[in-house]
């Protein structure tokens, strides 16, 4: 007789660890997505966000390059201008009078190194 005064107890209590993880699953939160941005939207599935977001960082890149480019080529033309200007200097002054042609060259030596780092950047 003993035994079925304990059944109902046994199955109350078998019915409670059969639904805890259910009754945990309903009560631990989800984990929701972080709100958008400003201006972004989120109807659009993570696939095309991600194709957009590459696309955006390569025209990014191809932005920062060609800047890099254009400040080469410009470091390059003034470096040409020096060159040519020492070159008159060294040309039509003598030994004694050189001291202004030093600088000249140590102007050129530092925009010449600058231009060769800016181009090992970009590789």
Not at 1 to 19: H, K
């Amino acid at each position: 007789m003993r035994l079925f005064d304990a059944l109902p107890c046994r199955a109350a209590i078998l019915l409670t660890l059969v639904s805890l993880p259910a009754i945990y699953a309903q009560m631990a939160p989800s984990s929701p997505r972080p709100p958008a941005l400003p201006g972004t939207d989120r109807s659009k599935p993570d696939e095309e966000n991600d194709a957009i977001t590459r696309q955006m960082t390569l025209q990014a890149a191809m932005k920062r390059n060609t800047l890099r480019q254009q400040r080469i080529v410009d470091d390059t033309a003034k470096l040409l201008e020096l060159a040519q200007q020492l070159k008159v200097e060294v040309d039509k002054n003598t030994k004694s009078s050189l001291s202004v042609s030093a600088k000249k060259a140590e102007e050129i030596e530092r925009l010449a190194k600058g231009v060769k780092d800016k181009m090992r950047d970009g590789q």
